[in-house]
């Protein structure tokens, strides 16, 4: 049927065509990360769904020309730049004058690459110099190098999963590696530079190389609960001596330490309940030590470190910070004056993600509300137009199929202001018949401390454009609002993230912005344990699916990797002292008052949320009698990685949601495996 005034064909929502396919998801799409600048070349990484999730470095030349840093490894097989310390990884590679200390994922090792002279060249036109193994096979796993040319060194996070771990967690440690290769055959060869703390992150070396910097933290604390500031002296052949605490300590967050041309050392931390900028001088031997506040206010110039980088705060040049920042969850990026804290913004209609800065020059990852992610060149005006050098996305929408976030406020059931992210649906094809409104897809982001973002998603998109409406919600514990909004998570995890998300759904339903009898609810990791416990204690949600959500938190708190073996503790209670709490929050146990269907996706290698999380609570649903599907994809670890998971994922949720809501979603969408519908139809 077409609407003769629009010229739009009318169909229920949730059977529109849409032009994001889930071949769209993968299809010539990359994630990018960990921008760098090195002279007149910029670096970032491409995580390439394509190619079995493998992430590789890249390359812009002055010229423009762009291509794979492709390192020849000695066993053949494409290098993918990757770490797994903290199972999250990230901080995988660095580069000075040319040279380039990297993670390889396939072996752990690390590796040093030359992009100078002397070069091989591929008539591909990618850079193809000989990977030089830096540290020994074995059990251990490094992040975030550092590189000391003069000292012809690197320094860098090292996870030892071996011995040293004596049967009970990995140790963390900064060690220094020579770049000579001497220590590929010799482990004595690595020295320790700083040990003792359960986690160290961040190393930075100051422009003299006379003092080394880094965060540290212990159990039970996150780095983003209370965390360390320490810088030490260096001798001449680059070990620690004198060390000194600078900032951070009990229920102060610290991050992103970088020094200046100057030698002061620039640092985030949240003392005022913010996460604010803050310079010291006087680091070196006899001279007072100051620290000062650089721009005060109620925004914050980092996130949670989940992952070794990414950067949010850069030195741009002897004067000047590069800098990304949020207020109320969206982000601005801009420079801040060294000599006064001045903040000026740049380039409105970006929204950062990382950055990298220098000799004035300034590279970004950025997204806006209607373009995917793109690494950026952009120039020091809030009108000066940014050079795109890669888009992580070729796909483009009409602006008639993209849905814009609208920042959506409402009161909590504690009487917090509760925050999310919404998108109506959204197609210059189709419109609903006449008194029809849509189904609501809220979706709930993983850590938890962690934010939804209200820039471009492909991911949302597949939905709106649909006919679906979407929530994107920022429950309490996210980031973004400050450290208070952040607590309100303290001891309530599965309290306050479900009950925002309830309420958040009853207030669209009761505007009249969505079908009250059609809300779902999806999330992975955190958010897929808020989905299945909004599913479990409460009757708001008519279905959900939940991506390696996690269904029991005791099985979370004995089994679980170090980085996040004490989190709980903060989130639910002590265990096991808390044992009971852990359980009267747990949805498995609970079954019995669940009464939605549930769609459960999960990796088989999930070294985060085990698989047998999935399959315990699919075998509770399973034995209710509800409608459930659970979908096992062989190889995964948390996340899918792999271009055609991916998109098996997507479809399977579309199927789902479809049978149960009763409408067939347009385009070949294969029909999941749902046990128990029949018995609970009509």
């Not at 808020?530 to 089994?559: H, K, N, Q, V």
């Amino acid at each position: 049927m077409i609407d003769d005034d629009a010229g739009r064909t009318v169909a229920p929502y949730g059977t529109w065509e849409s032009p994001v396919g889930a071949r769209t998801l993968t299809e010539r799409t990359v994630g990018l990360s960990l921008p760098a600048v090195d002279g007149a070349d910029v670096y970032w990484l491409e995580e390439r769904p394509e190619e079995a999730g493998r992430s590789a470095l890249v390359r812009r030349r002055a010229d423009g020309t762009v291509a794979d840093v492709v390192a020849t490894l000695p066993g053949g097989e494409p290098v993918d730049v990757r770490s797994r310390v903290h199972e999250y990884g990230g901080g995988a590679y660095a580069v000075r004058s040319g040279v380039i200390v990297l993670s390889h994922a396939g072996d752990g090792r690390l590796y040093r690459l030359g992009v100078g002279g002397g070069r091989a060249r591929h008539a591909s036109g990618t850079d193809s110099p000989e990977a030089v193994p830096l540290t020994p096979a074995g059990p251990w796993r490094f992040a975030d190098p550092v590189i000391d040319l003069e000292r012809e060194t690197v320094y860098v996070v090292r996870e030892d999963h071996g011995p040293a771990a004596h049967g009970a967690e990995p140790v963390n440690e900064l060690v220094r590696v020579p770049l000579d290769g001497s220590a590929a055959d010799e482990p004595s060869a690595v020295s320790v530079v700083a040990t003792g703390t359960d986690f160290v992150a961040s190393p930075a070396l100051s422009p003299d190389g006379a003092h080394l910097a880094w965060v540290s933290w212990d159990h039970p604390h996150m780095p983003w609960t209370s965390s360390v500031l320490r810088v030490a002296e260096l001798t001449a052949d680059g070990a620690s001596a004198a060390e000194q605490v600078v900032a951070g300590g009990d229920d102060v967050s610290v991050a992103q330490p970088v020094w200046t041309p100057a030698g002061d050392l620039v640092h985030v931390d949240d003392r005022t309940g913010w996460w604010n900028l803050y310079r010291t001088e006087g680091l070196g031997h006899g001279q007072e030590r100051r620290t000062r506040a650089l721009h005060p206010a109620e925004m914050e110039f980092t996130g949670p470190q989940w992952r070794f980088g990414p950067r949010t705060v850069a030195v741009l040049d002897d004067e000047h910070l590069l800098c990304a920042w949020t207020r109320d969850a969206r982000w601005h990026l801009g420079s801040v004056r060294l000599a006064n804290g001045e903040l000026e913004e740049w380039s409105a209609g970006w929204e950062p993600q990382e950055v990298a800065a220098a000799e004035g020059r300034a590279v970004v990852v950025a997204a806006s509300a209607s373009r995917p992610p793109a690494v950026l060149e952009v120039g020091r005006r809030a009108d000066a137009p940014a050079t795109v050098l890669r888009r992580s996305s070729e796909t483009t929408l009409d602006d008639g199929d993209v849905s814009v976030a609208r920042a959506l406020s409402w009161t909590a059931p504690d009487g917090a202001e509760a925050h999310g992210f919404f998108y109506p649906p959204t197609s210059s094809r189709f419109r609903a018949p006449d008194g029809e409104l849509p189904p609501l897809m809220v979706m709930t982001h993983g850590g938890p401390t962690s934010a939804a973002r209200a820039t471009f998603s492909l991911a949302v998109q597949f939905w709106t454009t649909r006919g679906f409406a979407v929530l994107d919600v920022n429950y309490g514990g996210s980031t973004g609002y400050g450290r208070a909004y952040r607590e309100r998570l303290d001891g309530r995890w599965g309290i306050v993230d479900v009950a925002d998300c309830e309420s958040g759904a009853r207030h669209l339903a009761d505007a009249g912005l969505v079908d009250g009898r059609r809300l779902g609810i999806r999330g992975g990791s955190a958010g897929g344990f808020t989905t299945l416990a909004a599913l479990t204690f409460t009757d708001t949600f008519t279905a959900g699916a939940s991506r390696y959500g996690i269904g029991d938190l005791e099985a979370l708190a004995r089994d679980t990797h170090k980085f996040e073996s004490h989190y709980p503790f903060g989130l639910v209670g002590p265990h096991p002292e808390a044992a009971q709490t852990y359980r009267d929050r747990s949805p498995v146990h609970h079954t019995d008052a669940l009464s939605a269907p549930i769609v459960l996706l999960q990796g088989t290698e999930d070294k985060v949320v085990p698989p047998n999380q999935a399959e315990q609570m699919a075998d509770a649903v399973r034995a209710k009698g509800l409608p459930v599907a659970v979908v096992m994809f062989e190889g995964e670890g948390h996340g899918f990685r792999r271009a055609e998971n991916i998109e098996a994922a997507a479809l399977a949720e579309l199927s789902f949601f479809g049978q149960v809501w009763g409408f067939e979603p347009a385009g070949d969408v294969p029909r999941l495996a749902l046990e128990n519908l029949e018995s609970t139809a009509g």
